[in-house]
């Protein structure tokens, strides 16, 4: 690797390749949430029977993950690249390593193994099959064969691809801080661009969050994906879904929720994303 | 005869899941060849991270032709029975064979070509395989009934002899077509025949047979190892996941930072294992070396030093880690995390952590200060400075031993000052990334903030045993601790009634009474079972009622005396707040009514409990569970110490001769007794003892001579019983032997003179009370 890509351009080459196999490529969703599989165009657009390839940067934010800039590896705000395939394609892995040379991963000097990951998504009521993905021992990848998604089984299989973009590009940059990494090629790094942000957020997310607020949003966002669902419109309905499940892990990220209630609060999103996902299959004639 | 070689190519199989695979495989196939009467010479199976395989030896080339006989009826039965027999088979008449008066119907079945039984076979194995997990994939799966796999399937070879045996299934056709190594050999293979399989695969980087994976993997790494200096840490499992995970593995050395060997080498050892899949290395002096061996899948052209480096990376992110939370955790003193304690719910019917670690801690000190955990420096301190295991340990420093000259009173404190402390690293960091860390860090924490080294020990230490087999411990305050924990945690779930059933015991209550056993047993401990038992049940009963009262109402707490130990009067206390007008709860509430009635049950639970847990425990010991019986029966003898030195006496005497003899005896005695339903005790006993001790009559010579035996026996054996001498009372037992037999020989019990017939029964009855004063010889088989 003579002169390994930018954060920026990364992206770009994956754009690129993905396009290049059939996928529409898609913006990030305007709205905060914990992992790309939020994405409606991954929840939503998984279930059915429809063809769905698309492609698409999502940042993801986990507050709790937050180190005020600290820490090398850890981030409450970073990049995920989301690949989902309707139906999965027979040679998905093939595809997935072709990207991986693409953005100048030398396979033949690394050692990229697929190594036992079974996902799933409580708060989504979704589950998997699949790999955590290994470079030289780090994981770069996860992927997943969608098994059921909102609680119903998926016909056909959806393959979903998620690219930890910053720790990709930690490895193919070879820095050892993220706040190191090229974002283009003039001199702008990640830290330029993120590190004030991580300060900022982790101090909010952490301390500053009015509690009483965030308790409050929830029990609204939740009556209001209640009150979507009742009206016939489950991609509203699931926005609120997303938005309870953020306000959540805020919640989560200022101690204020005991373990007992955790679990109630999981199964509350849940219940929301999967009423959500429900009137969606209704909505599209899609026999439960 | 010709070979079958079947290979299942798929997308990457767990690695823990390929030995049971190959386990199915060869059980499913030896299963559908049976079923066509085939059988294989051999079977060898194969597992790679990308393909399943099996190796079938010499099969014939067809099964045997069979003739299936049928039996009807006979000659001269009526015509109707001939004719339903006839419509069964589908037969005429003259098609039947007559055989000694009777019809048969003789089907005559062609041998097949054990080919086409392979073609059948193959697809039936396929959709009936066990995986622990398995997914549907592809266009396939718009419907939920599409073929199940581990992963998705790509590609079937099956070849009898050199013959593509033709198989179709879920849109994959069989071939002789298989692939290389992902990356050195992309591109197809053709196999020739199961002959050809092993050798063309290893020529194309994949190394089929896991043995010799596993084998590569040992070698290269204890190597790898030596040339640095250094000796490898064994570890079997990690051994056999690497080799599960690679088709070609290549183990490579790296070092990682020294400043990283100041965390705990348990925490290194399991950052590297667990997460990383490494293997750690030992330097000469044995201390844990900065040092990692990974495993690729790849022979990289410049001999992994890309890869080696990579994987230091990952490490050194992850030991930071660990290290950051190390650090901030040694801040910390333990006793500040109690708070964090009460938040974590231990079980919503029995309070939370914090409530457990109260329990265990009361009951740590009440078992030193009942004498029951005494300070025994005669004993040897095995189990002090293990590390992970028995076959992995890495050194760590161990605390001086406990000073044996301390008292009662001192050992008290440490045990519950240890009990207090004993759950507080289940919130720090490294334990909440680690959880199997427990007890370990907490150790290590102690022994940083200066607690006593055996205090810091017992932390440490304090959930050994964790099964058979598992160091036990034997210093006492850890003993103390470690057998509080588990007294709890059985009386806590048996109080509420959460008892195991079958195969269900989710809160590992057999372990934790397995590990109670082997810490008494260990240590020989006197422990009244029932006595500890209710203090147990007690304690969490007070507990249970004190939620039940801040629930209520803050100030009716103090209602609860705090000091009151007995089970009795803490019901008495719930059950008076019962009545209390104030308290609104009624008797029919039902989480209070229904913690009545199961805490009331959970002593006499236990013991049963314990017993059939003692008997599973022994029997693998070698001691015959109707002994246990025969000792349990006497009733009261909960003192396991006790229980089991009598069991062994009993085992010993019992495969005498004088013990074979007097076995037959008493069993002769007391089926007599049993038929005249003479009771041992209870109405009708008086007399017969009356009877047996002032004969009216004058006794025969060998009578006599019993009653004189047992005026002998009788208290030589309840003497030694009460010096807890076994072998003294088999040994005065074994002197009523000959006197019985020639009782027996002799005289005559169903006299025709009533009374004689009584004074007999009752001499009987004086034999079968004298046995009873060691055990219940009728629960003794043989």
């Known amino acids: ?288 | 005869m010709t070979d079958f070689l079947l290979e299942l190519r798929s997308e990457e199989i767990p690695a823990r899941m390929q030995d049971k695979a190959r386990d199915d495989l060869a059980r499913l196939f030896t299963a559908e060849l049976a079923k066509s009467g085939l059988s294989a010479a051999a079977i060898v199976t194969y597992a790679t991270p990308r393909r399943l395989a099996l190796i079938a030896r010499d099969l014939p080339p067809e099964t045997l032709a069979v003739s299936e006989e049928v039996k009807g009826p006979k000659t001269s039965a009526p015509p109707q029975a001939l004719d339903g027999f006839l419509r069964k088979t589908g037969l005429t008449r003259d098609q039947l064979v007559e055989r000694d008066g009777i019809f048969f119907a003789v089907t005559e079945k062609p041998g097949r070509a054990t080919a086409s039984v392979l073609a059948e076979a193959i697809p039936a194995i396929i959709r009936a395989f066990p995986w622990p997990k398995s997914m549907r994939w592809g266009a396939a799966s718009t419907s939920t009934e599409s073929l199940r796999w581990v992963r998705p399937l790509h590609g079937i070879v099956a070849l009898l002899g050199e013959t593509i045996v033709p198989i179709e299934i879920a849109g994959i056709t069989s071939s002789a077509t298989t692939y290389g190594h992902r990356f050195h050999h992309p591109g197809p293979i053709t196999i020739g025949s199961a002959a050809d399989y092993v050798e063309k695969l290893r020529a194309c980087h994949v190394i089929i047979d896991q043995a010799e994976r596993q084998s590569i993997i040992a070698l290269g790494a204890t190597m790898a190892a030596a040339k640095a200096g250094l000796t490898l840490v064994r570890d079997e499992g990690l051994l056999i996941e690497n080799a599960g995970l690679a088709e070609w593995p290549v183990p490579l050395l790296g070092r990682f930072d020294e400043q990283f060997l100041a965390v705990p080498p348990e925490v290194i050892q399991l950052t590297a294992r667990v997460n990383q899949k490494y293997f750690v290395c030992r330097d000469a002096a044995g201390n844990l070396a900065n040092a990692f061996v990974c495993t690729a899948n790849i022979d990289a052209h410049d001999d992994g030093a890309k890869i080696v480096e990579g994987n230091r990376k990952v490490l050194a992110a992850r030991l930071a880690d660990a290290r950051f939370f190390y650090d901030t955790d040694l801040k910390v003193p333990l006793d500040d995390l109690h708070p964090k304690l009460e938040k974590i719910v231990f079980h919503e019917r029995l309070g939370t952590v914090a409530d457990k670690v109260d329990r265990v801690a009361k009951l740590a000190r009440w078992l030193v200060e009942e004498g029951i955990v005494t300070q025994s420096p005669s004993r040897s301190r095995e189990g002090l400075g293990e590390g992970l295991s028995a076959n992995e340990a890495l050194s760590v420093t161990s605390p001086p031993p406990t000073p044996p000259a301390s008292g009662r009173g001192e050992l008290a404190a440490q045990a519950e000052r240890a009990a207090r402390l004993a759950k507080a690293d289940l919130v720090t960091g490294m334990v909440g990334e680690f959880p199997e860390l427990q007890g370990l860090m907490g150790g290590y924490y102690a022994a940083a903030q200066g607690e006593d080294p055996a205090v810091a020990a017992a932390i440490r230490d304090h959930y050994k045993p964790v099964g058979q087999g598992d160091d036990v411990p034997t210093d006492p305050v850890t003993v103390a601790v470690s057998l509080a924990d588990k007294l709890d945690t059985v009386a806590s779930f048996f109080a509420i009634g959460e008892l195991p059933t079958g195969s269900k015991d989710p809160f590992a209550l057999r372990r934790a009474a397995l590990g109670i056993l082997l810490l008494i047993e260990r240590s020989s401990l006197r422990l009244r079972l029932h006595q500890a038992f209710d203090f147990a049940v007690g304690e969490v009963a007070q507990s249970f009622g004190y939620t039940v009262a801040m629930r209520i109402g803050g100030d009716l707490a103090a209602v609860f005396d705090k000091t009151a130990r007995d089970f009795a009067s803490t019901r008495e206390l719930i059950q008076s707040l019962l009545h209390d007008e104030r308290v609104g709860v009624h008797e029919d509430n039902p989480v209070v009514s229904a913690f009545l009635e199961s805490s009331n049950r959970a002593t006499p639970a236990l013991l049963s409990f314990f017993a059939d847990r003692l008997k599973v425990q022994q029997r693998e010991a070698g001691v015959r569970h109707d002994l246990i019986d025969a000792v349990f029966a006497l009733g009261g003898e909960d003192d396991l110490v006790r229980l089991l030195a009598r069991v062994r006496a009993l085992q010993a005497f019992v495969t005498t001769e004088d013990g074979t003899n007097l076995l037959a005896g008493y069993k002769r005695a007391a089926n007599i007794l049993k038929k005249e339903n003479v009771a041992l005790a209870g109405e009708g006993a008086a007399p017969l003892a009356a009877a047996a001790s002032t004969p009216f009559y004058t006794p025969e010579p060998a009578e006599a001579a019993l009653h004189a035996a047992l005026d002998a026996a009788e208290p030589a054996a309840a003497d030694a019983v009460a010096q807890e001498d076994f072998e003294a009372a088999m040994a005065a037992l074994a002197t009523l032997r000959a006197p019985i037999d020639a009782f027996f020989d002799a005289v005559t019990v169903n006299d025709v003179d009533p009374d004689k017939r009584i004074a007999r029964l009752a001499l009987l009855a004086r034999v079968r009370a004298a046995v009873h004063t060691v055990a219940d010889f009728s629960k003794i088989e043989g």
């Open chain 1, 1 to 288: 690797m003579t002169n390994p890509l930018s954060f920026q351009r990364m992206i770009l080459t994956l754009h690129d390749y993905w396009s290049d196999h059939g996928c529409l490529i898609l913006q990030p969703y305007d709205m905060e949430m914990g992992a790309g599989t939020f994405h409606p165009a991954t929840t939503l657009r998984a279930l059915g029977p429809d063809t769905w390839n698309a492609a698409f940067v999502q940042p993801c934010r986990r507050p709790t993950d937050g180190r005020y800039g600290e820490n090398p590896n850890r981030l409450q705000h970073y990049y995920q690249y989301q690949v989902i395939l309707k139906p999965s394609p027979p040679d998905l892995q093939d595809l997935y390593l072709g990207s991986l040379a693409a953005i100048g991963v030398d396979m033949n000097l690394h050692d990229i193994r697929f190594v036992e990951d079974d996902w799933e998504s409580p708060t989504l009521g979704a589950w998997g099959l699949g790999w955590e993905v290994w470079c030289d021992g780090m994981e770069v990848t996860q992927f997943t064969y969608f098994q059921q998604m909102g609680g119903f089984d998926m016909k056909p299989v959806a393959g979903e691809l998620t690219y930890g973009l910053e720790r990709l590009a930690m490895y193919i940059q070879d820095v050892d801080n993220v706040y190191d990494l090229k974002f283009n090629d003039a001199g702008v790094s990640y830290g330029d661009v993120f590190l004030e942000n991580e300060r900022q957020m982790s101090t909010w997310n952490f301390e500053v969050a009015d509690t009483d607020t965030l308790f409050d949003q929830f029990r609204k966002s939740a009556a209001e994906c209640e009150n979507c669902l009742s009206r016939g419109l489950p991609i509203p309905a699931y926005e609120q879904a997303i938005k309870a499940s953020h306000t959540f892990n805020l919640l989560q990220a200022r101690g204020v929720i005991s373990v007992a209630e955790r679990q109630a609060y999981i199964g509350r999103v849940r219940d929301l994303a999967k009423g959500a996902c429900g009137a969606w299959m209704e909505k599209n004639g899609w026999a439960v």
